[in-house]
Each structure stands twice: as C-alpha cells, then as structure tokens.
C-alpha cells in the first residue's frame, strides 16, 4: 500500500464550485501534512500545512485533517479556472524522521 | 531574491556516464531534498539532508549519492546513469527539517538517459 494516497482524478468542476480533493496516509506516526499546488511545468508551490484535527481555512482554501481516520482532504471554495492545476498531497515525518511522502496528484480542471 | 538554484536544467546523456546536478539555496536552510517526478508517481524522494554531513534515504535512492559538505549546497550524483532514471529532479529546501512548511523547491531538472 502507497504511504499516501490521493482520489485519483483527473476531477473536473465548473466555475464558482467547490473543489473536493482527499487524501489518506498508512503512517499514524506522520506528524504534519501538506497541499501543493504545480501548474504544468513548472514547480510545486505550498498552498497549506495542516498540524492538528480539525479544519483549518486560508481565503478560499480550506483543509481538514483526520488523524484518527487518516484522512486529509483540501477544500477549495468558489473555484476558479486559475486553479487548475495538480494538487499534491505530503505527509511529514512518521517512521522516518524528515522524510516528506507525497501522493500521486490530482489534476483539477475547472471550467468557465 | 530567495531562491533555489539547480544547474543544469536540461540534460542528454547516455547510459553509464556520471553526472552530477547541482542544488544551492541562499537562505541558510538546514534542510534539503532531492525528489523525481514521473508521470501518475507524483514526487518521489530520493534523499534529504537535515542539515551539513547529516543525510538519509528517501523513497527512492537506489542509483543516487547525495552529499551534504556546506549548508548551502547539496548536488545530486548518478554515478551510472540508466534509462529508468530518466525523469523530472526537483530540489527544495526549508529553514528547518521539522517542519517543512516553508519548503521552497527549486525550478526542477529534466534529465534524459539514452
């Protein structure tokens, strides 16, 4: 089993919706986790890091983490062509100290 | 300006020939990774360095030497480069290996092994 894995996608949604991605992790050790955003080409860029259970909300990205069911997911609200892009999902630390693991990637469509 | 170097950006080799890809990073950044990407893999970590003569192994380091002599610099070397490394290297670094919310990658390496 992967160590992180996302829904695979590609998901496409229309303009001004709510943008859905998820992700679980096999590691209960992991200790933070992350989203990258990558448009095509050109580097990841970190888009949030998530610590604690709960939810935590930066303008229209909110992400949720679930250690207990190993879950975390991004929520991107009121979605606009601009985000489309892959996501990336990361999570740090665990069995070995340091060690970033990502997920496969989602590509994320949104069109007008 | 902060940033992430990585030279070359675009290399052709061929199979057997030593190379290096050079990483540095001007913002005094203790930690330090190397990480390929591969169509539906996403990025996979091949090693990382919590800080200057301290490195361990990622996910993927089979066929990979790394070495971390100074805090700014950490060169990825392919000793005997094969065709299944061909891929996508990206460096990136943060300020400390704890927490890698700052983690700044570099503008990625796009490597062809013939």
């Known amino acids: 089993q992967k160590e992180v894995e996302q829904n695979s996608g590609p998901l496409s949604v229309p303009e001004g919706a709510i943008a859905s991605l998820n992700c679980t992790y096999s590691?209960?050790?992991?200790?933070?986790f992350f989203w990258y955003r990558q448009y095509s080409g050109k580097s990841p860029e970190l888009i949030m890091f998530?610590?604690?259970?709960g939810d935590k909300e930066d303008g229209r990205f909110t992400a949720q983490l679930n250690k207990a069911s190993q879950y975390v997911s991004l929520l991107i609200r009121d979605s606009q062509p601009s985000d489309s892009a892959t996501y990336l999902c990361a999570g740090f630390g665990g069995t070995s100290y340091g060690k970033l693991t990502f997920g496969q990637g989602t590509i994320l469509t949104v069109h007008p | 300006e902060a940033q992430v170097t990585q030279n070359p950006r675009y290399l052709i080799t061929v199979t057997g020939k030593k190379l290096t890809v050079t990483c540095s990073q001007n913002?005094?950044?203790?930690?330090m990774s190397w990480y390929r990407q591969d169509p539906g893999l996403g990025l996979r970590q091949i090693y990382y360095?919590?800080?200057?003569?301290?490195?361990d192994k990622g996910d993927v380091p089979e066929g990979y030497k790394v070495s971390r002599k100074e805090k700014r610099n950490f060169p990825l070397i392919l000793e005997s480069p094969s065709p299944n490394q061909t891929s996508l290297y990206f460096c990136?670094?943060?300020?400390?290996?704890?927490?890698?919310?700052?983690?700044?990658f570099g503008p990625g390496t796009r490597l062809l092994v013939l």
């Open positions: 360095s919590m800080n200057v003569e301290v490195t």
């Open positions: 998530i610590y604690s259970n």
């Open positions: 913002m005094n950044h203790e930690y």
């Open positions: 590691d209960r050790g992991s200790q933070s």
């Open positions: 990136a670094s943060s300020y400390r290996g704890g927490a890698p919310e700052t983690q700044y």
